[in-house]
C-alpha cells in the first residue's frame, strides 16, 4: 500500500545540505533522525506520525511525500518523486558466518560474487578467505545486500564482497549498508572490477582510486599519499587484496584497460552525490613526466587560447600543430620550442597514433569535423603496442556518446575523467549554465524550467579566413563581428541552441529522484560586441521558500575548495570574467515573494569554457596536478 502525502516543497529536506531526503527507512534511521537539531516542529510531527501509520501496515508499505502537481507521475509512473518513506529492513551485522546462516550465505556468494562468476574462486574458497581473519558481515534481513569486511587486529580494514541484488541496488539499500560499514570504519580500502555494472558508484563513494587494466582499488577515510603508499605496501606483502588491482609493479598490457565511462551508475537509480567524495586522491604525487600533445584546429580562437596555456605548462610539450591554412608557417604563440604548423591528414594521424608519437590529442575543430580523425585515431590505437592516447575534444560532437567522459571536473566526479582516453570538453555556455543550475537542483520547482539568459563575447562564434599578412601568411578573422552587430547585441538560436539540451542532459545525473524525461533547461543565447567573457543570469521558480543569504550559502558549500569557482556577493562583471580562468558567481537575489530566484555567473569562453577546462581535463587524464599549467 502506498500512502500520499502531499506537501508544498515536494519532499522532506536534509537541514542542513539542503538536499532532498530520497528515501528514508525508518527502522534503520528513524531514532537517529529524530536527534538531528534540524527535525523539530512540522518535520517531527509527520516523522512520528509516518511511522506510527507504517507500524501497523504490511513492511511493503510506503509513504510518499510529494506536491501536488507531482501526482500524477506518483501514481501513473514508476519513477516516483519527493521523498518515499517506508519501514525497510533492519539491517545486520555479525562476526560468524552461523549467525547468518551458512547455507543463505553461501547461495548469495554463489549468486552475485563476480569472483565466481569470472571462474577466479569457488564458495568453499570464499568461505575459506574468512577463516584467516576476523570479519564482520553486514546486510539486509532479507539478504538484498551482504558485505564482507575483513579486519585483523591492527590492520586497514577491507571490504572483500559487496554482493548486491538488483532490488538491493534500485531500493538504496547498498547505500545503507554502506553508510552503516563507514559508521563502524574511518577508513576502508575495496576493489572493483571494469565490468561491474556499478562501476560509478563506487567512484562516488571513494575519497581515491587507482586504476590500472580495468582493475580499481579504492579507498576512504585515507588522505595522504605516503599513508595510502604505506598501506598498499602492505597489503601486497600479505595478499589480502589480490596484486592486480594494486599500485605495484609492472601493470598489465594498457591495451586492455577499459576505462569507466562515468555515465554509469545504478542503471536505474540516479546519482547521489556524497558529501566530501568530490575530490580523489592519486595514490602516487601527480606526475612530472614530459608527455607530448598534438592539436588539430590549432589556427582557431580555442587552439590559440591552449597554445598560449601550453607555454607556461611545467611537463607537457606542445609537438604538433595542425592547420589546413597555416600549414608551412611557423607557430607564433608557443614559447617552449620552435614548431611549424602541419596539415595532418586522417592516416598521418593514425600513423602517429600507431607509432606513439603523441600522448594526447586535443580536437580544437568545429562541430561535425571531428568524427574522422578520431575514427583514425582509434584504428592507429588497435594496431598500438602501448597505451592508447588521450583525446579531448572541444567539439559538441561526442558529449552525448556513451563510453567519453565528459569533462566538467567540479560537477561530475573527477575519477572518471582520472582514468579516461576520450573526454568531451563542455561547451562555454552550457559549463556556466550547469554551474549556475547544479546548487540549485533541490529547488527546482517541478515543471517550471530553470531560464538562463547568456550573453557572450564573439569569439564564441569562432573564425573564418582573413586578409593574408604582407608575406603572403594566412590570417584569421572572427566570424561575427562588433561591426556586423553595429555595436548592440544579438539574440540568436532562441530555441534548442545545443547547450540547452546539453545542459539539462548532464544534470539529470545529478538528481537524486529519478525523473522520467531528461531535466529540462531553457537556455537563450546572445552575442555582443566585446571579444570574450559570458555572463549567464538565471531566474529559476523555487519549489519553497529561500531568501538571499540560503541561495549565496548554497554556492559556497557546493564550491567550496574549488580553485577555479569564485563566489562573491555583488553582480559579475565582465571585467570579473574576462582574461579569468575560472567561473565567477554572484548576485543572488531572491523574489520579494520568496519563491523566484535570481543568480549570475560568469567566465571566459575561451578559458574555462574551452582551454582552461581542457588543461584540466588533459592534466587529469595524464596523471598531472589539475591545475598544472593554469596560472590560478
Ligand atoms: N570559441 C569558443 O568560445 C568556444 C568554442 N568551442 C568549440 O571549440 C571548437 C573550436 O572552436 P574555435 O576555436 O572557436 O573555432 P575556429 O573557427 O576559430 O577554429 C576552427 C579550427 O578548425 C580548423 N578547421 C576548420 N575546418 C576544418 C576541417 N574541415 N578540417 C580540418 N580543420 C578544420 C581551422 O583551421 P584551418 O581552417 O586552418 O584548418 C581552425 O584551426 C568548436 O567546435 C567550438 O564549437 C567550445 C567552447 C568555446
Ligand atoms: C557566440 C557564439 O556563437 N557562441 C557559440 C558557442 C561556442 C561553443 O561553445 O560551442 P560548441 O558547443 O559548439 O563547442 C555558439 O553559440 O554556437
Known amino acids: 500500500m502506498k500512502i500520499v502525502f502531499l506537501n508544498e516543497k515536494g519532499g522532506l529536506f536534509h537541514g542542513v545540505t539542503g538536499e532532498k531526503l530520497s528515501t528514508i527507512n525508518l527502522d534503520e534511521e528513524y531514532d537517529e533522525l529524530l536527534k538531528q537539531p534540524w527535525v ?41 518523486a519527493g521523498t518515499l518513506i517506508r519501514r525497510g529492513y533492519k539491517l545486520f551485522q555479525h562476526t560468524s558466518v552461523d549467525k547468518i546462516g551458512a547455507d543463505r550465505l553461501r547461495q548469495v556468494i554463489h549468486d552475485r560474487d563476480p569472483d565466481i562468476k569470472a571462474g577466479d574462486t569457488s564458495v568453499t574458497g570464499v568461505l575459506n578467505e574468512l577463516k584467516k ?12 545486500v551482504v558485505a564482507i569486511v575483513t579486519r585483523p587486529e591492527g590492520e586497514i580494514p577491507v571490504l572483500t564482497k559487496l554482493l548486491a541484488s538488483r532490488s538491493g541496488i534500485m531500493n538504496g539499500i547498498v547505500d545503507n549498508v554502506f553508510n552503516s560499514i563507514k559508521k563502524d570504519h574511518k577508513k576502508l580500502f575495496w576493489t572493483a572490477r571494469a565490468d561491474d555494472e556499478n562501476r560509478a558508484w563506487h567512484f562516488e563513494r571513494a575519497d581515491g582510486s587507482f586504476t590500472r587494466s580495468g582493475r580499481s582499488l579504492f579507498w576512504y577515510g585515507v588522505h595522504d599519499v605516503n599513508e595510502v603508499e604505506k598501506i598498499v605496501k602492505g597489503f601486497e606483502e600479505s595478499g589480502r587484496i589480490n596484486r592486480s588491482f594494486l599500485p605495484v609493479g609492472p601493470s598489465a598490457p594498457p591495451h586492455r584497460a577499459s576505462a569507466p565511462s562515468g555515465k554509469r551508475s545504478f542503471s536505474t537509480f540516479a546519482r547521489r552525490e556524497i558529501p566530501g567524495s568530490k575530490r ?23 587552439g590559440q587560447t591552449l597554445t598560449s596555456l601550453l607555454s607556461k605548462h611545467p611537463h607537457l610539450e606542445l609537438t ?30 593514425e600513423t602517429m597514433e600507431k607509432e606513439g608519437e603523441v600522448d594526447a590529442w586535443v580536437m580544437a575543430l568545429p562541430n561535425g569535423i571531428c568524427k574522422p580523425f578520431v575514427d583514425a585515431i582509434d584504428r592507429g590505437a588497435a594496431n598500438k603496442q602501448g597505451e592508447k592516447s588521450v583525446i579531448v575534444d572541444l567539439s559538441a560532437d561526442y558529449r552525448f556518446e556513451e563510453g567519453w567522459t565528459y569533462g566538467l571536473p567540479e560537477l561530475y566526479s573527477r575519477d572518471p575523467i582520472r582514468v579516461s582516453k576520450r573526454i568531451s570538453n563542455p561547451g562555454c555556455y552550457a559549463t556556466s549554465t550547469q554551474l549556475i543550475i547544479a546548487p540549485l537542483l533541490p529547488y527546482v520547482k517541478p515543471g517550471a524550467w530553470p531560464t538562463v539568459f547568456g550573453v557572450s563575447g564573439y569569439s564564441g562564434a569562432g573564425t573564418i579566413a582573413g586578409l593574408p599578412e604582407a608575406d603572403g601568411r594566412p590570417t584569421s578573422a572572427p566570424k561575427v563581428t562588433p561591426d556586423s552587430l553595429h555595436g548592440g547585441i544579438r539574440p540568436y538560436a532562441l530555441t534548442n541552441h545545443i547547450h540547452e539540451r546539453e545542459a539539462g542532459h ?11 524525461e531528461p531535466f529540462k533547461v531553457a537556455f537563450v543565447p546572445t552575442v555582443a560586441p ?25 554556492y559556497e558549500k557546493k564550491y567550496d575548495g574549488e580553485k577555479l569557482i569564485t563566489v562573491k556577493k555583488d553582480v559579475p562583471t565582465l571585467f570579473d570574467v574576462e582574461g579569468k580562468q575560472g567561473w565567477t558567481v554572484g548576485g543572488f537575489q531572491v523574489h520579494s515573494d520568496g519563491d523566484r530566484v535570481v543568480v549570475v555567473g560568469g567566465l571566459d569562453n575561451l578559458l574555462k569554457g574551452a582551454a582552461t577546462q581542457c588543461l584540466q581535463n588533459l592534466n587529469l587524464s595524464l596523471g598531472y596536478d589539475e591545475y598544472a599549467g593554469i596560472p590560478l
Open 530 to 554: 566585446w571579444f570574450s567573457g559570458i555572463t549567464s543570469v538565471l531566474s529559476m521558480p523555487l519549489n519553497g521558500k529561500l531568501n538571499a543569504k540560503n541561495v549565496q550559502e548554497l
Open 133 to 144: 581473519a576476523p570479519f564482520t558481515i553486514y546486510g539486509d534481513e532479507p539478504m538484498d
Open 506 to 516: 548532464h544534470l539529470s545525473r545529478l538528481l537524486t529522484s529519478k525523473l522520467s
Open 280 to 302: 580523489g586522491y592519486a595514490t602516487a604525487a601527480p606526475s612530472t613526466e614530459k608527455k607530448r600533445l598534438a592539436l588539430i584546429g590549432a589556427r582557431g580562437f580555442t
Open 40 to 80: 523539530k516542529y512540522g518535520t517531527k510531527l509527520k516523522l512520528r506520525e509516518f511511522k506510527e501509520l507504517l507500524d501497523h501496515l504490511p513492511r511493503s508499505s510506503s509513504v510518499a511525500v510529494i506536491s501536488a502537481d507531482m501526482l500524477q507521475r506518483e501514481l501513473f509512473t514508476d519513477s516516483g
Open 320 to 349: 604538433h600543430v595542425s592547420s589546413r591554412q597555416l600549414a608551412g608557417y611557423p607557430l607564433k604563440e608557443y614559447s617552449k620550442s620552435k614548431l611549424t604548423y602541419s596539415n595532418l591528414s586522417e592516416k598521418d594521424v
